[in-house]
């Protein structure tokens, strides 16, 4: 008798270590952007998630754009931002195949 009492929580732990791991597994990222310097191009895009696109840079970090915080970045773009902070700079080509200031932002 026991043990069936054990079995019909199994689900529910099982679900709650699922979403304890996908947050801390989401939040590495964004701990990441937070510290390090960065001075890197944007590879690739993916919207996957509803009302989320994800911005992958060449170092490996990523930058998210929500319906919150929509970001004009395109692939190809630069991001340059120093550590420990939020602010970042978009830089974009211009017609002279240079790299220029696009945009500054403040990731949340």
């Given at each position: ?70 970001l ?10 120093e ?17 220029k ?8």
């Amino acid at each position: 008798m026991m043990k069936r009492k054990y079995i019909k929580f199994l689900p529910i732990v099982i679900v709650v270590i699922v979403v304890v791991v996908f947050l801390v597994y989401n939040n590495h990222p964004n701990n990441r952007f937070y510290i390090e310097k960065v001075n890197s191009k944007v590879v690739k895009r993916s919207n996957w998630q509803l009302r989320t696109t994800e911005f992958y840079l060449k170092n490996g970090l990523r930058i998210d754009s929500t319906g919150i915080l929509p970001l004009d970045i395109k692939v190809g773009d630069s991001i340059s931002k120093e550590a420990n902070t939020q602010k970042f700079n978009v830089y974009r080509k211009n017609r002279a195949n240079k790299f220029k200031l696009h945009k500054v932002y403040k990731k949340l």
